[in-house]
């Protein structure tokens, strides 16, 4: 039975049959779902979606409301029992001196900056990273959808976005692509364009922009797929690959896409050039036009390798993720559709074995890559997880590969969608969180 709740009385183990409003309004690429993820939760109610439907039948119903408890009429203390009312009193002072203690910082305590770029290790930046992401991931989802319905995009709309990524990435550049690499839900369009962004940020810094072309190049990611909002069809409701006429009209979306943002007037150019170019190939085999080599501005040769990366380790509704290492490996060998240089210089950004990757160890087993070694790409920091000869999950143990050199080494990446493991993508969150905690 299929029953209507508003978002704030949405609980774990309820089954979603339906969200309310436009996908523009939500992060998620999928509308019937078992919800038991805890982050999946914050992010749904983080959203736009006012109600959604849920079936009762296939998951849990809504919790009734605790009743009004109508307060005794004299204290349950009194002053026959004075040393059981003193005890309590005390008990109740000391729970609001402590209370207070914590609301009350030390004057030697200061308040996190978010806009500061002080170096931070990946798993001290990954809550950063968290709110950084929940906090662009609102503001997008409405300005996404104005655009959608024809309203002009201000360079004052996006900019708080673009500081706050540049700024996380200052602090370590691997923590915020790092988490776009481990969630589970990812493929909305906003999202889509955050994780292009911190990638175009990140690389911009490798090939050493200015500040300044750094984060223009981080807004040139975060709006270039804005005309996607503008074509005839909705591209998340189609499950399977793109038919002819399908793929004809989402190449559309560059046009659109420039046209839009130059409405506005504000954007910079390049941003604007992005929009129309980051589908072109360095061989001249993309489009609209069939761009070759440096005739395609540096941004748009950037965002076509930003791009590529991350809609290949993203879920779509099509094809499940591909694992950041063998990624790479891919577009490696996609011969003259990427300017070479940058490329290169992608892979030092985003590291040998980008954060999330699944790679197998010379002990038998699968381990995760929770964080790199700036010192040496090729040996980071793993959480092995899984035994590959008796096919059964293990304790996760954390390995520095620096300082196992010789006595574990990384056999290769691997593919752990081979070996059957139950609910994956949640066991690759939860060692990833793990991992995170107990490194901070």
């Not at 990273?129 to 959608?148: C, G, I, M, T």
């Not at 290492?325 to 074995?353: C, H, K, P, T």
Request: glycine letters at 6%; a negative charge.
């Amino acid at each position: 039975m299929l029953k209507r709740i508003d978002v704030a009385d949405v609980q774990l183990g309820m089954y979603i049959h339906k969200l309310e409003g436009s996908w523009l309004k939500h992060p998620f690429w999928r509308t019937k779902f078992l919800l038991t993820d805890a982050e999946l939760l914050a992010d749904l109610r983080a959203s736009e979606v006012e109600g959604v439907f849920i079936d009762v039948a296939k998951g849990a119903d809504v919790r009734p409301k605790a009743s009004t408890v109508t307060p005794l009429r004299r204290p349950l203390v009194t002053a026959q029992a004075p040393s059981l009312a003193g005890a309590i009193e005390r008990a109740r002072r000391e729970r609001q001196d402590a209370a207070a203690a914590v609301r009350t910082p030390a004057s030697n305590v200061v308040p996190f900056d978010p806009r500061s770029t002080t170096p931070l290790g990946t798993a001290r930046e990954m809550d950063n990273a968290r709110n950084v992401l929940a906090k662009a991931s609102r503001l997008l989802s409405a300005v996404f959808e104005q655009a959608r319905l024809g309203k002009a995009i201000s360079r004052g709309q996006v900019e708080p976005v673009i500081e706050d990524l540049f700024a996380s990435v200052q602090r370590n550049p691997h923590a915020f692509n790092g988490l776009m690499r481990i969630r589970r839900e990812n493929s909305s369009l906003y999202a889509h364009g955050l994780a292009v962004s911190a990638l175009m940020i990140a690389l911009g810094r490798q090939i050493g922009l200015p500040e300044q072309r750094v984060k223009d190049a981080g807004m040139a990611g975060l709006l270039m797929d804005v005309g996607m909002g503008h074509l005839p069809i909705d591209v998340s409701t189609i499950l399977d690959e793109l038919s002819d006429s399908e793929r004809e009209i989402v190449h559309t979306h560059t046009t659109l896409g420039q046209e839009f943002l130059d409405m506005g007037g504000e954007l910079p150019a390049e941003v604007m050039q992005v929009c129309l170019e980051h589908h072109e190939r360095y061989d001249g085999s993309g489009y609209p036009h069939g761009l070759a080599g440096e005739e395609i501005s540096l941004f748009a040769r950037m965002a076509a390798i930003c791009d590529v990366y991350d809609s290949m380790t993203s879920d779509r509704p099509h094809r499940p993720r591909t694992d950041p290492n063998a990624a790479l490996a891919i577009m490696r060998g996609m011969e003259g559709q990427f300017d070479d240089a940058l490329l290169d210089q992608f892979i030092e950004s985003v590291g040998v074995y980008p954060i999330g990757s699944v790679v197998r160890l010379t002990t038998g087993r699968l381990a995760l890559v929770v964080d790199q070694n700036v010192d040496d790409y090729t040996r980071p920091r793993v959480w092995a997880f899984y035994d590959v000869g008796s096919r059964r999950l293990i304790k996760p143990e954390d390995l520095d590969l620096m300082l196992c050199r010789g006595r574990v080494e990384i056999v290769c990446s691997d593919d752990a969608e081979d070996y059957d493991i139950p609910n994956f993508p949640q066991i690759r969150e939860m060692v990833f969180n793990s991992a995170c905690k107990a490194l901070t």
